[in-house]
């Protein structure tokens, strides 16, 4: 296979292996674990194939064209540093899948596990094999999306809950401020391209946005890798099976930080405001994470902690600017994945096994376990930087460039001191997860008998341990060409000459060493009488947390700022609502007017026929009606905006536009049904303003509403006037006709540009659609309108003697169940209707119709059998499954559009051609075709959706009036 096309691979087994998984219904036993499994060593395979390439230092590409107008395409770039991501990605993946089979239980919703972990696996490639920095933001917020899913995956569990939305809200905030980093970098460099923008440094730095970008960039990563003070959501996310955890804090999502600072090092480092930025945060993290994980009692929250401090020696190994502090970066990046990764697996081992993850209920489990402690023993000694382990040498690395001048500050003469402080927390809470959970007399009062795990739960642990030991040894044989290899890719010809030889002498770094290992023992001694004691946190300074901020942020945002904003501008009253939004709208489109003057076209006017006038005085009336009517006959003013409606469909008949009108017919009928659906259920109608006030003043306010409702309404008149009385220039209308055929293989213009040339905006269209079709049945679901707020209507009434006659209704059926007759007629109108949508659908590319024509008359199929039989007859009899509709249409159109890369084309290129098919003869044949039946099934679901969710909510309604009427009847 072409290096290309193994990495696209690479990226797209991940996520086609989360969809697969998402329908997997547990039936097999393991099937989700088998397919991740085969998924991740598929991709790990991918990834080590293509390593002779990047060895060479070469870098390889694959592009396929997106909006190339507009310099963005999809672009996939793999050099050394991205090619080692990716084996830390899919290779520690693979080990945590085969970890998850033995930890998950079978009463866990194994399936979605494993697709939302896919899912993660997919975003998480995506960032590091992203050639385009648009597109690297679009998966970083898509591991901020899968995060929050995995996070909350017992989302029974409050704690769980809590914790994915904080960890949603900090790094997808982080996520908007690295986009716009990102958009005033691509305006600096002049493009989006990660190579362009990688060879523009000098042009970066010297700009005069350079520190707008750095501060937006740097927010961006901060927020990620939880560096303080945005370090509180990573703890939080404990909550999260702990294959989650290891996974999140060891190759993904936490790293994606880092790994962004390291792949702009060449671009924004350099200067003093990298240093001081940077170099602050990350030492602040480094010394604050370490305190913090001293005192935790939990298992996991110290790991927490850790990852928190080790992500700040990162960053401030990144910030110092050197190019041999960003080797030590890059090199601690492996080593913390591989302890950090053993380490979560195994406390998730002792939970697993014990029950518990308190330390204080903890000790003594060497006896019980000795081979999983003793895994566990040497991963915390390599996190605790323990010489001939591999977190030794990076550490070392570190040490001798903090005692190097870079710029002769107090901050640059402080740094020696302040990370060997720092590095003796390290060896204290090393220590504490050792001696305290493996050591010491027998654990008592556990809830399970600790013993040993399944072997392969522990063989993931084994590995990872062994490569600690190995690198740690003889890192020149094992590391060595890998770490290289990336390093090159970050800093090409700045790259220095390094040693990885685990012995250097007796110099200042060793001593640095010996002091932070000396006394992070001592240091421990000194805190057993308060690590016994059982207290939480530690026992002086009480730093502020960011945790606080945070809640503190959102009670200032979402309650007394949202509040305000609701009182001064919020109402339970649609009118005032439409009176502020048609009030801005006249006043933006008057504004221009006033200040430049309005001025006319010379274009002789069409006559008018007479019949054409009378269409839409009907038209006038029936929309002055509505306005009238609206205020004491709901019914009554819902016909007359059909009858509107209507007339603006004759109008498009008449001005020949077949499509518009078909479709405005369709929007009618369905918008209508749904309408009358809420109004069997909406609450009594709020006594207007106007009639508390004297007649005077409420005359007033109909007139102002009226001046408003004429003003906008004749302001687009004018607007229209005056472009259609203007000379018609041989524009991009006069284009699309004539390169419809031609270019889009049909003769129905309109259908060719929403299916071909506009084809993108339309699929934007749809994906709205869909997503507005989910939320109205999630927000209609678990809505209870209160009894004493509904109206019982003449025909609830009647149904209510309906129900007396015929006790053996059941619920959901209605009376035109009973009606023999019309059911009957509505029933066999399903499958005629139906042909009729197929016909639409099948001639729309060169007479009126289309996917969406098609979708709303099939939907009209829908509806009349819910009018026959109810929502339950249409669910049981039909079967009808929405969502899946909805999710069918998205993928097809999606899939249409990408399939054009195959060939070489833009994202949703067309093909047409004639083919010969048979008895049929030739016949055209376009690949728009597809993406029509794509959006005909995402109408047919969004419509159908919306009427179940509106229909249960009927039947639920009629059912609370009823009760309403019988407590009144009683009283």
Known sequence: MPEHALLIAILILPFAGSL??????????????????????????????????????????????WLPSLGLNFSLRMDGFAWMFSVLITGIGLLVVVYSRYYMSQSDPRPRFFAFFLGFMGSMLGIVLSGNLIQLVLFWELTSLFSFLLIGYWYQNANAREGARMALTVTATGGLSLFAGVILLGYVTGSYELDRVLAAGDLVRGHHLYLPILLLVLFGGLTKSAQFPFHFWLPRAMAAPTPVSAYLHSATMVKAGVFLLARLWPVLSGTDAWFWTVGSFGLATFLVGAYLAIFQQDLKGLLAYSTISHLGLITLMLGLGSPLSAVAAIFHMINHATFKASLFMGAGIVDHETGTRDIRRLSGLYRAMPISATMAMVAAAAMAGVPLLNGFLSKEMFFAETVENHDGSVLDAALPYVVTLASMFSVTYSLRFILGVFFGPPPTDLPRVPHEPPRWMRFPTELLVL???????????????????????????????????????????LLMSAVAM????????????????????PPFLYLVKGQRFFERALVVLSWRWARSL???????????????????????GAAPVLVHGASFGNEPLSPVDPAFIIVWLIGLTCALGTAYQAKYHRLAALILLGGAGLATCVTFVWLSAPDLALTQLLVEIVTIVLFLLGLRWLPKRIRDVGDLMPDLAARWRRLRDFAIAVGCGGGLGLLAYAIMTRPRPDGISSEFVRRAYSEGGGTNVVNVILVDFRGFDTLGEIVVLGAVALIVYALLRRFRPAPDSINIPEQQRIQNDFDAVHPERQTGDTIV???????????????????????????????????????????????????????????????????RWIAA???????????????????????????????????????????????????????????????????????????????????
């Open 20 to 65: 697969i998984a998402g329908f997997l219904t547990g039936t097999i036993r393991n099937a989700e674990a088998w397919l991740a499994g085969a998924i991740s060593l598929a991709g790990l395979g991918a990834v080590a194939a293509l390593y002779p390439t990047v060895a060479k230092g070469e870098i390889i590409r694959a592009q396929m064209e």
């Open 467 to 509: 490569i600690c030991l190995l690198v740690g040894i003889v890192p020149s044989l094992t590391v060595g060409p890998f770490l290289a290899t990336a390093v090159h890719a970050v800093l090409g010809s700045e790259m220095p000459a390094y040693s990885l030889s685990p012995w250097h002498g007796f110099n200042l770094p």
């Open 518 to 537: 000396v006394g992070g023992a001592l240091l421990y001694l000194l805190l057993q009488g308060h690590l016994q004691s059982g207290v939480e946190g």
């Open 566 to 588: 609701e009182q001064l501008l919020g109402t339970r009253r649609l009118q005032p609502q439409l009176l502020l939004l048609m009030g801005l709208a006249l006043l933006a």
């Open 817 to 883: 169940e009973y009606l023999t007759i019309p059911a009957v007629l509505m029933r066999g109108l399903f499958p005629v209707i139906a042909v009729l949508a197929l016909y639409l659908l099948l001639r729309g590319h060169d007479m009126p119709g289309g996917g969406f024509v098609a979708g709303l008359t099939m939907a009209v199929a829908f509806i009349l059998q819910y009018i026959a039989g109810g929502t339950r007859w249409v669910e049981t009899r039909l079967r009808v499954l929405p969502v």
């Open 889 to 971: 249409g998205l993928l097809l159109a999606c899939f249409t559009g990408a399939a054009a890369w195959l060939f070489g084309y833009p994202f949703l290129t067309s093909y047409f051609t004639y083919g010969n098919l048979g008895l049929l003869g030739k016949v055209p044949l376009a690949s728009a075709m597809a993406f029509d039946i794509g959006v005909f099934a995402l109408v047919v679901g969004a419509t159908v959706l919306i009427l179940i969710a509106l229909g249960h909510q009927s039947i639920r309604s009629q059912k609370q009036a009823r009760a309403a009427q019988a407590v009144e009847e009683t009283v």
